[in-house]
């Protein structure tokens, strides 16, 4: 759940990118219920189909299914997340996960 939270950053800036307003990363809110429509929802999940977010078995899981379906030999994270500090995290659980896969 806290990384769905987190996520809600990225769509909204995604959103705010849409509707021709770039500007800093907003902080995640709760929900993003109520704060698109249906299409840009739909742009937005387009957009992010390639993105892995929630627990590390999950984004493990992800990230194989992505070098499955691409075939690529190497991967680029961004973490586009407003608080600092969990980004960090977030690139600290990315490069355990990494490392798992690496020596699968």
Known sequence: AEARRIFTSAQQGALKLIRGFPGLLPPPVESMEGRWSA??????AHRSSYSAVGSLATVRQRLQEVLEETGADELIA???????????????LGA????SLSSA
């Open 96 to 99: 355990e996960i990494l490392r």
């Open 39 to 44: 299409a840009e929802e739909r742009a937005i």
């Open 78 to 92: 961004v973490a586009q997340i407003y608080d600092h500090e969990a980004r960090l995290r977030s690139y600290e």
